[in-house]
């Protein structure tokens, strides 16, 4: 879904560096997502935002953080980077008017940390 | 919060035979559950979804079914395709402050369609 999009794809990053995951969306939508997918572990939710103003943490959400800078703009956080954050990273987005809760998902970023 | 337990998480069929993942929920006011699927490389998408006021929805080769008492829905996939082959994530809505909802999602089942 190109209306969802991440910077960047593909990274590779050094132990205690800083870096940061963006994510524009199109859509239009209230609410953005930051997700990350490990194998065997499926879809954790690190933070989630209902608009520009809340910010809630999720299941795992230590070691991130998160700005809303814009109703379309979310970026994800990483202020000292260790290997068990290697992972894929997904934006997701959704309109609080949707009765079915329906999310859009970026492209992901996969994220090494060496 | 929700709490969804998928099984199992890895599925392996022959091209033509049928597929069933099965899905819990903790929360008996939860109304809504999606399944989405993730391809190899792709991003996960919705593929069907049911509400709690019907007991089984189907869409050509996939169908839901839902057993409120239970708790459980499960996702059954007929005569599977090498195309069938993914992640499939089930999930369930988790209600925050304010009556507003998230998705949670289960753990996920990898699918193989063995041609």
């Known amino acids: 879904d190109a209306d969802v999009t991440q910077t960047p794809r593909n990274r590779i990053t050094k132990t205690g560096k800083r870096i940061m995951l963006e994510c524009s969306q199109t859509?239009?939508?209230?609410?953005m997502y930051w997700y990350r997918q490990d194998p065997g572990l499926g879809l954790r939710l690190i933070y989630y935002s209902f608009d520009v103003k809340d910010i809630n943490k999720g299941e795992i959400s230590d070691g991130y953080s998160v700005s809303r800078q814009a109703q379309a703009k979310f970026s994800l956080s990483l202020e000292s980077a260790i290997p068990n954050q290697t992972a894929l990273y997904f934006c997701?987005?959704?309109?609080?008017?949707?009765?079915?809760?329906?999310?859009?998902f970026g492209p992901g970023t996969r994220l090494t940390v060496t | 919060g929700e709490n969804v337990e998928q099984h199992p998480s890895t599925l392996s069929v022959q091209e033509g035979d049928s597929a069933v993942i099965k899905c819990t929920y903790s929360d008996s006011a939860s109304n809504y559950f999606p399944w989405y699927k993730q391809e190899l490389g792709k991003r996960p998408q919705l593929i069907i979804d049911?509400?709690?006021?019907?007991g089984e929805k189907k869409d050509q080769r996939i169908a839901v079914t839902l057993n409120k008492t239970a708790k459980h829905f499960s996702l059954h996939i007929t005569e599977t395709q090498p195309e069938d082959s993914a992640v499939y994530f089930c999930a369930a809505p988790s209600r925050e402050g304010a009556g507003s909802y998230q998705l949670t999602f289960g753990k996920g089942t990898k699918l193989s369609v063995i041609p």
């Open positions: 997701a987005t959704s309109d609080t008017t949707d009765p079915r809760y329906e999310q859009y």
């Open positions: 859509k239009g939508h209230d609410r």
């Open positions: 049911i509400r709690s006021n019907v």
